[in-house]
Every structure is written in C-alpha cells, then in structure tokens.
C-alpha cells in the first residue's frame, strides 16, 4: 500500500505531533507498505529515514505525489494541503490531535470550514474528548508512545516524590502545582519537587516559590533528553501533570507510567484517557483537589503500588505497533 502522509510540521521541529507522525510513519514502513511524507518545514541537515521525505514541494510534485498513492493522509487537518484531492481524488484519512479553535476559544471561519471538510474524510480521534470536539463520526485510537526510550530501570531507586516535566507556560499549570505544595506544608507534609523542562514562566515560578517560603523543596532542572531524562523519571513516585487547559491527550503521561510513575493529572480533555487506571485526576484548576489527591497519595503510598500494577495492561495499547496496526486497519477498510 502506497501511503502519502501529509503533515505541515515535521523534524526537525519537535513537539508531540511530530513525535507521532514520525513514528507512524517508520511502524507503516516496518509493516509492509510504502510511506513517503510532505512537510513545510525545511532543514539543512541530511538525516535519513526509512521514507522518502518531501520538503515544501511545489504545486505540480504535490499533484503528482498525490497521483502515486493509494491513500492520503493527514495527521492533522490543513487546508493548504488538500487542493489535490479535488482534481486527483483518493481516499482521504484524518487524524485528530487538537481543537478546532482559535486561541480565546472562539471559531475562526478557518476551523468552521474543517469540520464541514471533515464529512467527506475518514476521521481518527487520539482521545473521547476529541471525538466528541470534531462531532463528524471518527475512530478513537490513542496516541503511541517511544516504547523503545521510555521504560523501567529497576536497578534506579525510586526514592523522590514528585516531578514535573513539560514547557513552563501558563497553560501547564506548574504554578497551581506550587501552590499546592504551600498548602501541603501547611498540612504538615514537605515533599520535593523537581520541575523538568524550560520556559518563559520560569522567573515567575521561582519567584512564587520564595515568596511561598518553599525554594528549598523545588529544583528546577532545565530540559533533559534521552538517557538522562528516562533515569531522572525512574527516580521518582508521583509525575504530575496540572494543565490549566484540556490537553488533548497527553503523550507525558504514557512517558511517566513507563518510567514508573503514578500519574496525577487534571481532568478535562483526553489526558484522563492517557492516565487511564494508572494514576489520579482532579478538575482542571482546582488547587485544593490537587492538594487532597497528593497528600492521600504521599500519606498512603501503599496506594501507588496498585496505579503502578495497572501500568503494563494499560500501556500495551498505547505500543508503536499497536496503534499503527489500528490506523492500517482503518486505511485498508477505507481503500477496500
């Protein structure tokens, strides 16, 4: 099967969406079928991947491109992107990683006009909430995660209590997160924090930890990559994720529970699908729920041992080969 991934970002941007589309793309390789991929983004290094990688082609390559194979798919909707469909049509396949709207939460005529397009496409949601956001009738695959990078070290410790990782804006809540390590220290309880990862938040948030009087429980890291980061996550209990906004999923998650963390997490959205029975959740921008949840947690760490048994079921669906089957499984009934 020849398949045409159409993706606006791609390496060497990074983020979650990039993460996905490069791994669905090798596992489709890996299983059989011919991959090639179009992005806007440009590099000027030469790293090599297992698919042919087409860098902002010009109107008449996409046209041909879209001519060769037997299905279209895009990771994510773009308008830009789907002009060829109307003079070559072929099967069209629709993955969903966030929501259609503007940054203030409103509509733009952009996001109206997608989910009218999104009728005449196969749709994929990564999570219920999404599915319920798009309302155009989708299947629900969760997202994958670097099965390969992130698991358990059992030689590693796990001697720590919380961590924090992911970009410092305001978005992510990290400043709920302190506030409610205040509160805990008010209840009698002063467990240590370390916050993985950078941002424009940060000089806020080491502020609002010595005006809490709590600096010497926080150390703030930086970002960290690869080997280091997977030992740093196997070191500790409790990864938690106190998103002000409903993320649409949660990849972070899948990256805590297979380092062995239990994962304590807001609500809303798709993260609760990621957390699945491996941790606990709170309503988005409750502080006070937040600080009942891990003083129960740090108080009964009895209690994490049963998140953590939960781990290996439940991340056996979130495996690289797993969901890319799910999606193959999708694109050959589309074709069929």
Same mark, same amino acid.
């Given at each position: 099967?020849?398949?045409?991934?159409?993706?606006?970002?791609?390496?060497?941007?990074?983020?979650?969406?990039?993460?996905?589309?490069?791994?669905?793309?090798?596992?489709?390789?890996?299983?059989?079928?011919?991959?090639?991929?179009?992005?806007?983004?440009?590099?000027?290094?030469? *790293?090599?991947?297992?698919?042919?990688?087409?860098?902002?082609?010009?109107?008449?390559?996409?046209?041909?491109?879209?001519?060769?194979?037997?299905?279209?798919?895009?990771?994510?909707?773009? %308008?830009?992107?789907?002009?060829?469909?109307?003079?070559?049509?072929?099967?069209?396949?629709?993955?969903?990683?966030?929501?259609?709207?503007?940054?203030?939460?409103?509509?733009?005529?952009?996001?109206?006009?997608? *989910?009218?397009? +999104?009728?005449?496409?196969?749709?994929? /949601?990564?999570?219920?909430?999404?599915?319920?956001?798009? /309302?155009?009738?989708?299947?629900?695959?969760?997202?994958?995660?670097?099965?390969?990078?992130?698991?358990?070290?059992?030689?590693?410790?796990?001697?720590?209590?919380?961590?924090? %990782?992911?970009?410092?804006?305001?978005?992510?809540?990290?400043?709920?997160?302190?506030?409610? +390590?205040?509160?805990?220290?008010?209840?009698?309880?002063?467990?240590?924090?370390?916050?993985?990862?950078?941002?424009?938040?940060?000089?806020?948030?080491?502020?609002?930890?010595?005006?809490?009087?709590?600096?010497?429980?926080?150390?703030?890291?930086? +970002?960290?990559?690869?080997?280091?980061?997977?030992? %740093?996550?196997?070191?500790?209990?409790?990864?938690?994720?106190?998103?002000?906004?409903?993320?649409?999923?949660?990849?972070?998650?899948?990256?805590?529970?297979?380092?062995?963390?239990?994962?304590?997490?807001?609500?809303?959205?798709?993260?609760?699908?990621?957390?699945?029975?491996?941790?606990?959740?709170?309503?988005?921008?409750?502080?006070?729920?937040?600080?009942?949840?891990?003083?129960?947690?740090? *108080?009964?760490?009895?209690? +994490?041992?049963?998140?953590?048994?939960?781990?290996?079921?439940?991340?056996?669906?979130?495996?690289?080969?797993?969901?890319?089957?799910?999606?193959?499984?999708?694109?050959?009934?589309?074709?069929?």
């Amino acid at each position: 099967m020849k398949i045409l991934i159409y993706s606006p970002l791609f390496y060497p941007s990074v983020g979650g969406l990039e993460t996905v589309v490069s791994i669905l793309a090798h596992e489709f390789v890996e299983q059989g079928h011919t991959v090639k991929l179009v992005s806007n983004v440009l590099t000027t290094d030469r *790293k090599v991947f297992a698919f042919e990688v087409i860098r902002k082609p010009n109107p008449l390559t996409l046209l041909n491109l879209t001519q060769w194979c037997d299905v279209y798919f895009q990771p994510v909707i773009s %308008l830009k992107g789907i002009w060829t469909l109307l003079i070559s049509p072929k099967p069209w396949v629709v993955a969903h990683h966030n929501w259609y709207t503007r940054p203030n939460g409103s509509l733009g005529w952009q996001d109206h006009l997608k *989910k009218f397009l +999104l009728r005449f496409a196969t749709n994929i /949601s990564v999570s219920q909430a999404l599915a319920n956001h798009i /309302s155009t009738p989708s299947v629900i695959i969760p997202n994958p995660y670097r099965d390969e990078i992130f698991y358990e070290i059992p030689k590693i410790p796990r001697n720590k209590d919380l961590v924090f %990782l992911g970009r410092l804006v305001s978005d992510k809540g990290v400043d709920l997160l302190i506030q409610s +390590l205040a509160e805990l220290k008010q209840m009698g309880l002063s467990p240590k924090l370390t916050i993985i990862g950078s941002g424009l938040e940060e000089s806020n948030l080491r502020e609002q930890a010595r005006v809490l009087t709590i600096s010497e429980q926080i150390e703030f890291v930086g +970002l960290k990559v690869e080997q280091e980061l997977i030992e %740093l996550l196997n070191t500790y209990k409790i990864m938690v994720i106190p998103s002000r906004w409903q993320e649409p999923f949660g990849i972070v998650a899948l990256e805590g529970i297979a380092c062995g963390c239990v994962i304590v997490g807001s609500e809303g959205g798709g993260l609760k699908d990621a957390i699945g029975p491996c941790g606990v959740t709170f309503p988005n921008g409750d502080v006070q729920a937040l600080t009942q949840t891990l003083f129960n947690l740090l *108080k009964n760490p009895e209690q +994490l041992a049963n998140y953590r048994a939960n781990s290996d079921n439940h991340l056996l669906r979130h495996q690289k080969s797993v969901v890319a089957k799910a999606y193959l499984e999708v694109i050959e009934a589309v074709i069929r």
